[in-house]
Nanobody, 113 residues
């Protein structure tokens, strides 16, 4: 099974930036999707962005133009700019290799003045 470890969360002021990284270990299918989900208090987990091994990307409407996902072999990153208080959540890294799914433990992002 693929293991995922996130890093880069923290406290940032509105309008600021953060970069999240996720490192994967273990055997991965060559065709896969890696991405970021988030869960705010009292809300369901939602997709933030994902990137296919072929390079195609998908973003939630709420983060388009502000967040950028990228990947390099077994690392996926999320550059978050122009952060808003509503971006506050635990961010989870996700791997999906033809139905073989793994989750990281999550990293907290807090946007507050």
């Amino acid at each position: 099974q693929v293991q995922l470890v996130e890093s880069g969360g923290g406290l940032v002021q509105p309008g600021g930036s953060l970069r999240l990284s996720c490192s994967a270990s273990g055997s991965m299918f060559s065709i896969n999707v890696m991405g970021w989900y988030r869960q705010a208090p009292g809300k369901q987990r939602e997709l933030v962005a994902r990137i296919h091994s072929g390079g195609s990307t998908n973003y939630a409407d709420s983060v388009k133009g502000r967040f950028t996902i990228s990947r390099d072999k077994k690392t996926v990153s999320l550059q978050m700019n122009s952060l808003k208080p509503e971006d506050t959540a635990v961010y989870y890294c996700n791997y999906d290799g033809l139905g073989d799914v793994s989750w990281g433990k999550g990293t907290l992002v807090t946007v507050s003045s």
